[in-house]
Structure formats: structure tokens, C-alpha cells
């Protein structure tokens, strides 16, 4: 019997994250080929992924450099993707998400004629330039796709809203899928400040915060309003695992480097994160996976930006808009840490992301796409 080949397609973290558990799904299946090709858009991040969830590529492109541009990830991609899809001849390329390997591994599965499936689709903030550049390559990708996704109906309404062709799933989303195999009650931490500290006697504040819209005034805002919450707070711990682009890492040295309860240390692997934000008192970021992660270990979540294309969380409450300015993202913390009913109003285990299911729905869906599976998947319901 022929094998049905699927190809996934990533590069960075969150991507890795939320196509391992997809990658395992597909794996499984008797019918099917998976085969896994990495961009290489991130390096070290993205092999501490493929080392947790015991992943092997097939092809790597290896395109990361240093501050690398968006044009250099782009084009390096797709003049790498040539030579992959010709040898391996793949019957669907399956995408996540909204990074720019997401958007050059669509176009050039789009440029072979092979059809394309986007994980994680129609996140919409409806401003092109923020987030920079992930609204615009999510927005394309959706374009370009066959099959689509969607983590949540608001999101499946988004594709609609724009007459996608194609056909939508709403599968919840598979990051929930990969905290099924990383939170454990008893998980012991391997870095060493995390075993260290003292989760029950202080407060643990979780901070990251990478994206490029909020390079320069945000970022500094973001990080003054840091070292302000440390000092004002003498239970409070900060512990921010400082993404590795040499630009935030500068910004994170300069505004909260040495010091007190500021713990800036490296990336730690995704089990490392998850226990540490399912025992933290709170998060405070910029990033997509978090918003999606936190809510559903019952963290209240600051989110560092002007807008979301998650707003299902702060629906449920457990999710507030803070902004990028100093005064607001201050105002806001406070009231966290110092108003209990305030922070018991967030602090409630909601999971609007999904059921820890969404990838064998996936699979269930591109098999029935291809005749292999009689029945559409049931869609996921919050
Ligand atoms: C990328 C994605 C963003 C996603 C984020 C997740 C784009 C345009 N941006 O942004 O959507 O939210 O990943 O983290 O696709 N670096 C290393 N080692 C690594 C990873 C990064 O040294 O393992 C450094 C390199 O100098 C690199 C820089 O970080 O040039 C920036 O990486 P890049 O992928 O361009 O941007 P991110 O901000 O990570
Ligand atoms: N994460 C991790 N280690 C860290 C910081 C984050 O494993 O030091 C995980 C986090 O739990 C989530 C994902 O990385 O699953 C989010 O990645 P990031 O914030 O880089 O990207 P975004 O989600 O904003 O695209």
C-alpha cells in the first residue's frame, strides 16, 4: 500500500512546540509518512524542542544567522525548500502558525503545486504591521492553504469573514496537546535558580518578551516597568528567560541586569517553562504560546502589547491587555499584586485553546481529505 507522505515544515520554538505532538500523531498512523523538514529559522531553540519530544528531521536547511532579516529567512527558505520538495514529493506540507518560515515553507509548497495545510489558522488582529510581520504572513498562508485548522470558532469565523477558499476544522489548539506531555504535579527542575526558588514563600512572576514590534520604546517601557515591580515588591521574584536575539538580550541586560529578585537567565527547554509557569503566581509577556499555555494552569497573564489575536482568554478573564507603556503595565501589575480579589478573579483554570485533542483531530482530518478516514473530525467546542 502506498503511504500517504506529509511533510511538516518548521523553523522556530513555538512552532517546534505546537507541531510536536502533530508530528508524533502522524507518526503513528500506519497509512501515512511523516517526514520532517526544519528550517533551521531558529538553532538552539529549536533542537532543545526536537530533543524533548525525542523528534529526528529529515531535512534541515540550517538558515538561522545572526540578526538574521526577514528578507534573508524568507528567501533562504525558499531556495532551500527546492531541492527538499523535489526529492521527497510530499502529498500535503503541513504549516504553523505565522512566522516567516510559516509563510516561505506555504509558498513554496505553493510553487511546487503541492497543497498545503495551516496549523494554528485564522488568528487575526485585522493590522497589518502589528503583530510585525505575523499578521501578514498568517493572512497569506490562509491564502495559499487547502486545509486550515483553526484553533477556536472565533478563529474559523475569521477565515470565513474573508471567504477563504478551502476547507476550515476547528481542532482546538495543539499547544494544549503538548502540555499533556510536559506538565507533571512532581516535575523536579534541571536549571539550577529554578530548583533554588522558593515557590511557595515568594511570589514567581514569569516575564518574556521577544516580539520585534516592540523593539526600542516598548521593550525599554516593558523593562523599566520590570525593575520598578522588583523593587516595590520585596516578595516578589522575577524570573525571565531572556530569548537569545542579541537585541532583546541587550535591552534585558541593560534595564534588569544585576538586579535583585530579577533572574535573567537562558531560554529553558519547553518542560522546564511549562512546570515553572504551572507553579508561577504570575505571567507577564509578549508571546503568543503563553497566552494560549498560562489560562489553562490558571495563571493570570499580562499581555505586553496593544492588542491580541487571542482574545478568548480575556473573555474567560484570566487574560488582561497591559500595553507597552510604562505607566499602564505598572498600574495594572500592582493591582495584581497587591488586590487578592483582584488577582482570585483571574487566577481560575480556563481552557478556551483547547482539550488536549487537537492534533488527532488534524490527522483525522487530512486523512478524510484524502479518502482514508470515512468521517469528518467533530469540531472542538471550548
Ligand atoms: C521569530 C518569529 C516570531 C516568533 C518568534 C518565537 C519571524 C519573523 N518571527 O522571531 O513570529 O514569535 O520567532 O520565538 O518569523 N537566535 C539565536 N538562536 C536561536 C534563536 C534565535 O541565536 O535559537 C537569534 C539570532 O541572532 C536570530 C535572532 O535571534 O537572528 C532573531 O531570530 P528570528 O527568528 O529572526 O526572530 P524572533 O524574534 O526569534
Ligand atoms: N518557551 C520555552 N522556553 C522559554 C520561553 C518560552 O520553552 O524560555 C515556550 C513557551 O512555553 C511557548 C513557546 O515557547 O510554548 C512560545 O514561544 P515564543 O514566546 O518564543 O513565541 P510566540 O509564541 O510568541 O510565537
Not at 155 to 183: C, H, K, Q, S, W
Request: aromatic share 6%; charged share 25%.
Amino acid at each position: 500500500m502506498k503511504k500517504l507522505k506529509i511533510m511538516s515544515v518548521f523553523g522556530t520554538r513555538p512552532e517546534a512546540i505546537k507541531m510536536a505532538p502533530l508530528v508524533k500523531e502522524l507518526e503513528a498512523c500506519e497509512d501515512v509518512e511523516s517526514i520532517c523538514c526544519l528550517t533551521g529559522q531558529h538553532r538552539e531553540m529549536l533542537d532543545s524542542v526536537m530533543e524533548i519530544f525525542g523528534l529526528q528531521s529529515d531535512y534541515d536547511l540550517n538558515i538561522m544567522e545572526q540578526r538574521q532579516t526577514l528578507s534573508t529567512i524568507t528567501t533562504k527558505t525558499l531556495l532551500g525548500m527546492e531541492g527538499v520538495i523535489e526529492a521527497a514529493r510530499p502529498d500535503m506540507i503541513l504549516v504553523h502558525g505565522d512566522t516567516s518560515t510559516t509563510f516561505a515553507g506555504a509558498l513554496s509548497a505553493f510553487y511546487h503545486q503541492i497543497p498545503v495545510g495551516h496549523v494554528e489558522a485564522g488568528l487575526r488582529t485585522w493590522d497589518k504591521y502589528s503583530p510585525f510581520p505575523e499578521e501578514m504572513n498568517r493572512t497569506l498562508v490562509g491564502d495559499i492553504a487547502d486545509l486550515h485548522f483553526s484553533p477556536t470558532v472565533a478563529n474559523a469565523d475569521n477565515l470565513r469573514r474573508e471567504a477563504i477558499g478551502g476547507e476550515i476544522f476547528i481542532t482546538g489548539n495543539t499547544a494544549i496537546d503538548a502540555m499533556r506531555y510536559t506538565v507533571r504535579p512532581d516535575y523536579v527542575f534541571h536549571t539550577p535558580l529554578l530548583n533554588r526558588l522558593d515557590f511557595s514563600g515568594k511570589r514567581v512572576v514569569v516575564l518574556t518578551c521577544h516580539r520585534r514590534e516592540n523593539y526600542g520604546q516598548a521593550m525599554e517601557d516593558i523593562m523599566r516597568a520590570t525593575a520598578k515591580l522588583a523593587e516595590d515588591h520585596p516578595d516578589v521574584e522575577i524570573v525571565y528567560p531572556v530569548h537569545l536575539s542579541p537585541v532583546v538580550r541587550e535591552c534585558a541586560a541593560r534595564y534588569l541586569g544585576g538586579r535583585d529578585r530579577i533572574h535573567l537567565i537562558d531560554p529553558v527547554d519547553v518542560q522546564e517553562m511549562h512546570n515553572l509557569m504551572a507553579r508561577c503566581y504570575l505571567v507577564m509577556t509578549d508571546s503568543g504560546g503563553l497566552q494560549e499555555e498560562a489560562p489553562a494552569l490558571g495563571k493570570p497573564v499580562l499581555v505586553l502589547r496593544r492588542e491580541t489575536e487571542r482574545p478568548e482568554a480575556i473573555a474567560a478573564g484570566t487574560v488582561k491587555l497591559a500595553g507597552v507603556c510604562y505607566d499602564e503595565i505598572l498600574a495594572m501589575a500592582n493591582t495584581l499584586l497587591d488586590d487578592p480579589d483582584a488577582y482570585a478573579a483571574m487566577a481560575k483554570a480556563v481552557n478556551p485553546y483547547g482539550d488536549g485533542y487537537a492534533c488527532r483531530r488534524i490527522v483525522q482530518a487530512i486523512r478524510w481529505h484524502f479518502g482514508l478516514e470515512e468521517r469528518r473530525p467533530a469540531d472542538f467546542r471550548a
